[in-house]
T-cell receptor, first 120, second 110 residues
């Protein structure tokens, strides 16, 4: 099946610093990647949708200048949390959907393992 | 936009019993309904999905049913095992827009 990786799996940073999270599709080309945020014991909340080579589309209430998304290639999307604050501490999960083929018949999304961000 | 409701929020069953989780959705344009299993500290894993042109799908101990008229779909796990314990999420999707239910924490007691 389709494999999506995330790096790092866990990061601790100081308030005010920026953190970059990488999401890679390992065995398929992902034309669309999604970034989700999940608080403890809650569901996944879509933050933004990124298409390769174009600007990301952000969900209502998500600050695009705070959560910078870059989808520069068909296998890599990055999420940068700028000027992080303790309230940004959360579990960030990406998913990937490719062109029609093994990884994406219909609307299938394959999720990465997640990144636990803790802002001190 | 799409709104997905999932019940129950927690479910505890004895090993070997069946477990059923139900979801409803609001957008009749939704045409893809996946179910994900999420273990603690990990990303969601797709366990089964169903398209809008199918009413039922089965994969070993797992089955999903879809009622498009009523806009609800269900996950059925038979012969539950302790390793089935996890949080299960349903979702409804139409192209780019996938919305998740709130999740069901399933506990299978040995």
């Amino acid at each position: 099946g389709a494999v999506v990786s995330q790096h790092p799996s866990r990061v601790i940073c100081k308030s005010g610093t920026s953190v970059k999270i990488e999401c890679r599709s390992l065995d398929f080309q992902a034309t669309t990647m999604f970034w989700y945020r999940q608080f403890p014991k809650q569901s996944l909340m879509l933050m933004a949708t990124s298409n390769e080579g174009s600007k990301a589309t952000y969900e209502q209430g998500v600050e695009k200048d705070k959560f910078l998304i870059n989808h520069a290639s068909l296998t890599l999307s990055t999420l940068t949390v700028t000027s992080a604050h303790p309230e940004d501490s959360s579990f960030y999960i990406c998913s990937a959907r490719g062109p029609s083929g093994a990884a994406s018949s219909y609307n299938e999304q394959f999720f990465g393992p997640g990144t636990r961000l803790t802002v001190l | 936009g799409e709104n997905v409701e999932q019940h129950p929020s927690t479910l505890s069953v004895q090993e070997g019993d069946s477990a059923v989780i139900k979801c409803t959705y609001s957008d009749s344009a939704s045409n893809y309904f996946p179910w994900y299993k999420q273990e603690l500290g990990k990303g969601p894993q797709l366990i089964i999905d169903i398209r809008s042109n199918v009413g039922e799908k089965k994969d070993q101990r797992i089955a999903v049913t879809l009622n498009k008229t009523a806009k609800h779909f269900s996950l059925h796990i038979t012969e539950t095992q302790p390793e089935d314990s996890a949080v299960y999420f349903c979702a409804a999707s139409e192209h780019n827009d996938m919305r998740f239910g709130a999740g069901t924490r399933l506990t299978v007691k040995p």
